[in-house]
Every structure is written in C-alpha cells, then in structure tokens.
C-alpha cells in the first residue's frame, strides 16, 4: 500500500533556528499538505500544495511540492518556542481508494528549548 | 475554511459500551470523514460519511463496529460499538474543501477504554 517515509522522527533546536523536514514516498501524489498537532487537539493544516514544482510560504514556513511528485520539505524558520508540537505530512492522489483517503507520514516531534 | 466541532471531546468509557461521536460543520460540505489516531501513531481513514446512504469503509473496518449517520449536509455521527482497550485512541472528523483537494480536520475526540 502507499506510504509515506517522515523524516526526522524528532528534532531538538534551539529556538532561532532554522528547521527542515521531508516526506518521501514510492508513488506519486497530486497533493501535499502539510499538518501540525499539539497535545490534545486536532491536526491543524499549515499549508496545502497541488502543483509539482510549487513552493509555498505561510509566515515562517515554507514547504514545496517535489517536481516527481514524491515528495515534499517544510522548513521553518527562526524557530520559537510555540513551534513545538507534532508535524505530519499527508499526501492526497488518485491510485483507486476512497477521495479522501489521505496518507499520513509518521510525524515529526517538534521540541524547542527556550 | 469549514468549523468542525466535535462532541464529546473527551471520554472514559468502560469495555463492553459503544459511544457516539458528533460531528457538526458550520456549512454545508460534500465530503466527510472519519480518521482515528492511535496512541502515538498518525491518522488513519476510517470511513466516508455519505450523506443519505451507507458509509464507505476502508480495509479493516466494518460498519457493525464502526457505523456511522450523515443526515444532512453539516452533521455525521461515528459510534465507537462493543469497546475494548484497543478502541482507545483519538477520533476525528474531517472535511474536504477545494474540490476535494484539502482536509481539515476537526479537534478530535479521545476515547480512552478501561
């Protein structure tokens, strides 16, 4: 089945700096999204992507849709400590299952010190 | 984007009971979905809510442990039946927007089973 390979699994910064982090898959997607989670609440979407190539910014974050359509990368930067949390990649395409079957990546935890 | 609100939000349930999850959205979506988290783990789809018709399941869950209700456009109930421990984990309603190309997520309901 699809799969989505996360990584790092965890990051410890220091808050100003700079993070990245990347999701890979074997299979193609037509879209990207990009998810934060903090405890005890729901995924909340930081960016969408739908175009191979598309590179896509929301304040601090940047993330890019891959020209194979494989993968993706979400950088943030000047890191501050409400930046810690649980991040997931998610990939939405058209191999037969139901239309919103997203797949998720593991997650990267996000942990900053002050 | 949609407000999803879920109810309850958190829950204690003892083995043996089923307990059912609301989902209310402040407009009216085409597309609906439940998504449950395990403990530590990322998002997997559950079901499509159809609205006026029998849900869609994905591979490994059927509809006498997990059945769902969508009566209208803005509303869909999932319920938990014949809990274990195993059933414990967070429970998510989400919906597609931008023709189906982006999810959100409502703030999940965590069902822990004793």
């Known amino acids: 089945g699809q799969q989505l390979n996360q990584s790092p699994q965890s990051m410890f910064i220091q808050e100003g700096e700079d993070v990245s982090m990347n999701c890979t898959s074997s299979?193609?997607?037509?879209?990207w999204l990009w998810y934060k989670q903090d405890p005890g609440e729901g995924p909340v979407l930081l960016i969408a992507l739908y175009k191979a190539g598309e590179l896509t910014s929301n304040g601090r974050l940047t993330a890019q849709f891959g020209i194979t359509r494989k993968d993706s990368f979400l950088n943030i930067s000047a890191s501050i400590p409400s930046d810690v949390g649980i991040y997931f990649c998610?990939?939405?395409?058209?191999?037969?299952?139901?239309?919103?079957?997203?797949?998720f990546g593991k997650g990267t935890k996000l942990s900053v010190k002050p | 984007s949609a407000v999803i609100s879920q109810k309850p939000s958190r829950d204690i349930c003892q083995r043996g009971t089923s307990l059912t999850i609301q989902c209310q959205v402040d407009s009216q979506v085409t597309m609906m979905f439940w998504y449950r988290q395990q403990p530590g783990q990322s998002l997997t789809l559950i079901a499509t809510a159809n609205q006026g018709s029998e849900a869609t399941y994905e591979s490994g869950f059927v509809i006498d442990k997990f059945p769902i209700s969508r009566p209208n456009l803005t509303f869909s109930t999932l319920t938990v039946s014949n809990m274990s421990p195993e059933d414990s984990s967070i429970y998510l309603c989400s919906v597609a927007e931008n023709r189906g190309n982006t999810i959100y997520f409502g703030e999940g309901s965590w069902l822990t089973v004793v």
């Open positions: 998610a990939g939405l395409g058209n191999y037969g299952g139901s239309q919103g079957n997203l797949i």
């Open positions: 299979s193609i997607f037509n879209t």
